[in-house]
């Protein structure tokens, strides 16, 4: 069973430019996540669809950060601007239920 | 603001050895699970424990919850060079609906 894929795996931009993430779930998941990971911290949840609605964005910062799943499989998160706080790892996950979610390798982003 | 804190930031041991690591937590919940993330990688998932249960096994993995403490522990015996990887845990929350938090996580090394 093929994983969850995510691109690009890594992202170098300078502050207040954009940039947008990929995220294709495992096949047949309903739920896809997005996280945000700091160095050395856990992931925090930014925003969770279930199908093409979503369930959960209180995290998001809606100022700068926007994500949509479209037909409800793939999803794209996108930073307009990004801040220097803003790089991390970003996570993608995808599940039947909330008791196992399946993660994407991410996409690391450093912001200069 | 994580829900969860894990102790010790960071382990160091042999092979063989077993390595105890503990995570503690602020509100009451649903469940509590346990993911590996190795390095510059995705999180999998480890094993779950509903907060109804006080102990579970899984392979070489054992954990513990005691919801008077607000606190787990994941026990992984007869430790192995491969073993070595970040390890978080997580929960949900009988106030944040399906919504999983991470801990900061603790750092596992496995020396051969």
């Known amino acids: 069973e093929a994983g969850v894929a995510q691109s690009p795996r890594y992202k170098i931009i300078e502050k207040r430019q954009s940039v947008a993430f990929w995220c294709n779930p495992i096949s047949g998941h309903a739920t896809l996540y997005w996280y945000q990971q700091i160095l050395g911290q856990g992931p925090k949840l930014l925003i969770q669809f279930q199908n093409n609605g979503v369930v959960d964005d209180s995290q998001l910062p809606k100022d700068r950060f926007s994500a949509e799943r479209l037909k409800g499989v793939d999803s794209t998160l996108k930073i307009q601007p990004a801040k220097l706080e803003d790089s991390a790892v970003y996570l993608c996950a995808s599940s039947l239920s909330v008791h196992e979610q399946f993660f994407g390798p991410g996409t690391r982003l450093t912001v200069l | 603001s994580q829900q969860g804190e894990e102790d010790p930031q960071a382990l160091s041991i042999q092979e063989g050895e077993n390595a105890t690591m503990n995570c503690s937590y602020k509100?009451?919940?649903?469940?509590l699970q346990w993911y590996r993330q190795n390095s510059g990688r995705g999180l999998v998932h480890l094993i779950l424990?509903?907060?109804?249960?006080r102990e579970k096994h899984s392979g070489r993995l054992r954990v513990t919850l005691d919801t008077s403490k607000k606190s787990s522990s994941l026990l992984i015996t007869a430790s192995r060079a491969a073993d070595t990887a970040s390890y978080f845990c997580a929960t949900d929350g009988l106030t944040s609906g399906s919504r999983l938090t991470f801990g900061e996580g603790t750092q596992l090394t496995v020396n051969p």
């Open positions: 509100t009451s919940i649903n469940n």
């Open positions: 424990i509903r907060s109804n249960e």
